[in-house]
């Protein structure tokens, strides 16, 4: 972002903090064991401890594994085995806070990880998993064939021969897609045959739920927004965790890749948001020549889309036309993270936004780059405008910190 916008950023995330802690009481700290048992040993007590909802084992259990020098990869296999002890835990909120605490280790520093990693367990252990809501287990069993899948997982990883350059990702995500939950696990089973690594199947997942996003159907109810948001945030965390714990040791993973199974049979529950599909702008060599052709021209009037109701074609629209054309795309991103920082937006706003660009990222500038933005501009749209009370009250702060004055006197002008 601009270095003065880049105070809207600040503003908001202190003013969230401060919110978050008004009134909490303080907490305690943990300590960890006084042994050191292995890395085995210690994901195997985390998975029961999660199991049977014992915050405080969890805990000691994590210091313990901090305590005891375990790599943050390490790590991350552990959290994402105990996290996947449910399917889809809190609608996917769980998982994504636990990766969203790795990701803020990275900028603070590891040094600080046994002051901020406990602080997801409260969650995570009180989490609501779906094998207990109805959608889950009629007409379709899906819980028992993650179940069973998760059974052949290390085999079927034994047996991988391969994947040429990553080219299966883009084709994978839509058979992910489809219809029939035993055949998406039967997909996701032939790619792991064909030699797709956990963290190949999680940027697969990622992409496939950002479609459910960029194909959501404007005759959806508006609340319907959050269902496609919710697996789209979660298989990005399942992504960026994967990533993370790396390929050197593949075959102890298999606990850890149940949560791809899980995000592709939440990804299946949300499949009638695409019934019809929206079409996504600038595919098949469409060119939109009613659009403005130079960028800021573009990020202008996809900010005066987000100024009003109802502009989310609109809005699609304007970021195909911007990527269609070559421009570069930080100043897209730049525009997006200004939209949603001017307004009281909620934190799906800022999940959406995030995992968006990550995704991005992980693409680039391609086709799939391009609807991936798509995605999160349309979701965007949906959300705007708000009141932006909030960007009233950080412009007053911002004033005053110059020096500026809110009112004059009267007869001094």
């Given at each position: 972002m601009p270095e003065e916008e880049a105070?809207?950023?600040l503003f908001h995330g202190a003013r969230r903090v401060a919110a978050d802690c008004d009134g909490a009481a303080p907490r305690r700290e943990?300590?960890?064991l006084g042994s050191r048992p292995d890395p085995a040993a210690l994901k195997r007590w985390l998975r029961r401890w999660t199991n049977v909802r014992h915050r405080e084992a969890v805990e000691r259990t994590l210091l313990t594994a901090i305590a005891a020098?375990?790599?943050?990869?390490?790590?991350?296999d552990a959290?994402?085995?105990?996290?996947?002890?449910?399917?889809?835990?809190d609608t996917g909120h769980s998982l994504d806070f636990i990766n969203k605490a790795f990701e803020c280790l990275d900028l603070v520093g590891w040094q600080h990880a046994a002051a901020l990693l406990p602080t997801v367990v409260g969650q995570m252990v009180a989490a609501r998993g779906a094998e207990e809501s109805t959608a889950w287990r009629q007409p379709v069993d899906l819980v028992a064939l993650c179940e069973k899948s998760t059974s052949e997982l290390a085999d079927l990883f034994a047996a991988g021969r391969g994947w040429r350059d990553g080219s299966g990702h883009a084709a994978l995500a839509q058979q992910l897609l489809g219809d029939d939950p035993a055949r998406i696990?039967?997909?996701?089973?032939?790619?792991?045959?064909?030699?797709?690594?956990?963290?190949?199947?999680?940027?697969s997942l990622a992409y496939a739920a950002a479609l459910r996003v960029a194909r959501f159907g404007n005759a959806n109810e508006h609340a319907d927004w959050e269902t496609a948001h919710h697996v789209f945030t979660y298989a990005n965390a399942v992504h960026q965790m994967l990533t993370r714990m790396g390929t050197a040791s593949t075959d102890t993973h298999v606990t850890a890749v149940r949560g791809v199974l899980h995000g592709t049979m939440a990804l299946y529950l949300a499949r009638y948001l695409n019934v019809p599909p929206a079409r996504i702008p600038g595919d098949g060599g469409e060119q939109l020549d009613d659009l403005p052709v130079?960028?800021?021209t573009i990020g202008a009037a996809l900010l005066d889309a987000f100024d009003r109701q109802r502009q989310v074609d609109l809005a699609a629209r304007l970021v195909a036309r911007h990527l269609t054309l070559g421009h570069s795309p930080q100043p897209l991103i730049a525009t997006l993270a200004h939209a949603v920082l001017r307004e009281d937006a909620g934190f799906h706003a800022y999940q959406m936004l995030e995992a968006g660009v990550r995704q991005f990222g992980a693409w680039g500038d391609t086709d799939e780059g391009r609807h991936i933005l798509i995605a999160v501009a349309r979701y965007l749209a949906a959300h705007s405008p708000t009141e932006r009370a909030s960007l009233q009250t950080a412009d007053i702060a911002r004033r005053l910190m110059q020096g500026g004055e809110l009112h004059q006197e009267a007869g001094s002008f």
């Open positions: 105070y809207l950023a943990g300590a960890p020098g375990v790599s943050p990869a390490v790590l991350a959290l994402l085995a105990a996290e996947t002890e449910r399917a889809f835990a696990v039967d997909a996701l089973k032939e790619a792991i045959r064909a030699g797709a690594a956990p963290a190949d199947l999680g940027q130079d960028p800021e």
